[in-house]
């Protein structure tokens, strides 16, 4: 496979990393609680920065870094007006605070925590730090392998340049694999350093299949909720709870789960607990007192309450009708 020699970069980005980019990442705006692992896994590994093997060429064709931009510092990028040879893709994505992506003439995209873009260089794009913003603290990966940026630049054109993601995603260890390997310089050798770049492409890939088929992406949310009820059914609901695994706020959250499934995550909730009743009206003699405290309801009336919405009888009422 043909790949592009990257140009060398300016004084001042990658160079400079270390202990002192470390403590202007964490100077930026603070990263919701679930990504914060995140965050201090990258500045750790600028802490860790090493200058790169002797067989480190640039025709690994590949530079990573994290940052953050405050409100007093110009952030902006114009993909028209970037160096235009060689090409190469770019993946940003935010871990505090926010910034602007626009794609084609697009209106403009918050990037908040949990959101990331990918750009092909030259292309009409531009991502910049607006004013209203309290901060923006990224990762972010340069690829100029040229093969690569066939695909990725397929990919976009499929799903788009925006992506979403957990913390805990496969995606997003790929992309921490690429920075923290680049910043720490402990690939093993150059086929070690293609195998990750090949295996972010794949990943982004895999990602966009999944965004592609809404259905199976509903029957993985469906599937993850009951998961989270069923592990301890006493559990109040706790929609925020259940965002803050995915990265979201409640409200991003909610709208996510109904887009996505057609229900509400609290419909979804309710719908699981009243099935393991169900399951024990069949299966045991527990009095209904004692199902209503193991399903998670509130009390006897609760379950009589909730039961009857879905299943169109009395939890009394069911068990009689059990041989």
Same mark, same amino acid.
């Given at each position: ?13 990658v ?7 470390? +403590? ?16 201090? +896994? ?24 994290? +940052? ?33 992506? +626009? ?12 959101? &990331? ?8 794009? *531009?991502?910049y730090?607006p004013?209203?913003?309290?901060? =923006?603290?990224?990762? =972010?990966? $340069?690829?100029?392998? @040229? ?6 630049? @397929?990919?976009?054109?499929?799903? &788009? ?21 680049y ?42 909720? @009951?998961?989270?009820v069923?592990? $301890? ?26 887009? @996505? ?34 399903? &998670?309801?509130?009390?006897? $009336? ?6 009857? *919405? ?6 009394g ?7």
């Open positions: 496979m043909t790949r592009s020699k990257p140009a060398k970069r300016q004084p001042g980005a160079e400079l990393l270390g202990s002192d980019i470390a +403590e202007a990442v964490l100077a930026g705006p603070a990263p919701p609680a679930p990504w914060d692992p995140t965050l201090q +896994e990258l500045v750790q590994a600028a802490k860790a920065w090493h200058a790169a093997p002797a067989w480190w060429t640039d025709d690994l064709s590949f530079y990573a870094a994290v +940052e953050a931009r405050t409100p007093q510092t110009h952030y902006s990028w114009d993909g028209m007006r970037r160096l235009a040879s060689p090409p190469f893709f770019y993946f940003q994505f935010t871990l505090a605070g926010w910034g602007n992506f +626009e794609h084609e003439g697009e209106p403009p995209q918050q990037m908040t925590p949990g959101m &990331g873009f990918f750009a092909v260089v030259p292309s009409q794009h *531009r991502y730090l004013k209203a913003s309290p901060g =923006w603290t990224f990762g =972010w990966i $340069n690829v100029y392998h @040229r093969y690569l940026i066939e695909r990725v630049s @397929r990919q976009i054109a499929v799903t &788009g340049p925006v992506v979403r993601f957990e913390p805990a995603s496969a995606f997003l260890a790929s992309a921490l694999c690429l920075i923290s390997g910043l720490k310089k402990d690939f093993r050798d150059p086929f070690d350093v293609e195998l990750a770049i090949f295996e972010f492409v794949i990943a982004y890939e895999r990602l966009g299949h999944q965004l592609n088929d809404p259905s199976s992406e509903s029957d993985r949310l469906l599937e993850a909720v @009951r998961k989270w069923l592990v $301890n059914p006493k559990r109040a609901l706790n929609v925020e709870a259940l965002a803050a695994e995915y990265g979201m706020s409640r409200s991003h959250f909610s709208h996510f789960f109904r887009d @996505r499934t057609g229900q509400t995550p609290a419909r979804v909730v309710a719908q699981t607990r009243v099935q393991e009743a169900t399951r024990m009206l069949l299966h045991g003699h527990a009095s209904l007192k004692q199902i209503a405290e193991v399903c &998670g309801f509130a009390n006897v $009336n609760h379950f009589n309450r909730v039961f009857r *919405r879905f299943q169109h009888i009395s939890p009422a069911y068990r009689k009708l059990i041989p």
